[in-house]
């Protein structure tokens, strides 16, 4: 899967972005809407990678026309399941750290929960490394290299489940 990584990563080109992670301040979140790859310090393991996700979903409105959805990559900061990063100072010894593993499924009692220090079993702090990778798309879709934010994601998952026989930690679904 690492080198299927790779090589879509010189695919996107321009269109790939990563940021580096490590101290204890708030994400800067690139503009647009697409894949991101959450790693533990970087992408030179697959036991690194912990998290694949998408924002940004293609609908039809009423009138059956084709529109995106509002989702956008800084709107990622504002989950609580199935991961939150942490960055309010209500988060206490937590703040700046992706957690990851709910407390609960339901989505409303995690909600309640969030800032609490046994809300999530599994912690990653900022200082300690992340890397948060970006496989960012266009709404013209013949610019994207014959992907949308949907099937990249369910590859990416697909790929990492067929080489692991699991899916990442922070990933419940494929």
């Keep these: ?39 533990e ?3 030179d393991a697959l036991m690194n990678l912990k998290y694949i996700g998408l924002t940004g979903k293609f609908n039809k409105d009423l009138n059956g026309e084709l529109i995106l959805n509002q989702g956008q990559f800084s709107k990622r900061a504002m989950r ?3 991961y939150r990063f942490c960055e ?26 969030r800032h609490q220090s046994d809300a999530y079993s599994k912690t990653l702090f900022y ?3 992340l890397l948060i990778d970006f496989f960012k798309f266009n709404e013209l879709l013949d610019e994207n290299y014959g992907y949308t934010p949907a099937s990249l994601e369910a590859e990416l998952l697909s790929k990492f489940l067929i080489e692991t026989r699991n899916l990442p930690p922070a990933n419940n679904s494929l």
């Design 1 to 39: 899967m690492i080198k299927h990584y790779n090589n879509l990563m010189e695919t996107f080109g321009e269109m790939f972005t990563s940021i580096s992670v490590n101290s204890c301040e708030s994400i800067k979140w690139p503009d647009g809407f697409g894949v991101y790859v959450v790693w």
């Design 41 to 43: 310090k970087n992408r």
């Design 80 to 82: 609580w399941t199935p």
């Design 88 to 113: 309010s100072p209500k988060d206490g010894e937590y703040r700046y750290s992706f957690r990851f593993n709910p407390k609960f499924s339901n989505v409303n009692d995690q909600y309640k929960v």
């Design 127 to 129: 200082k300690d490394g």
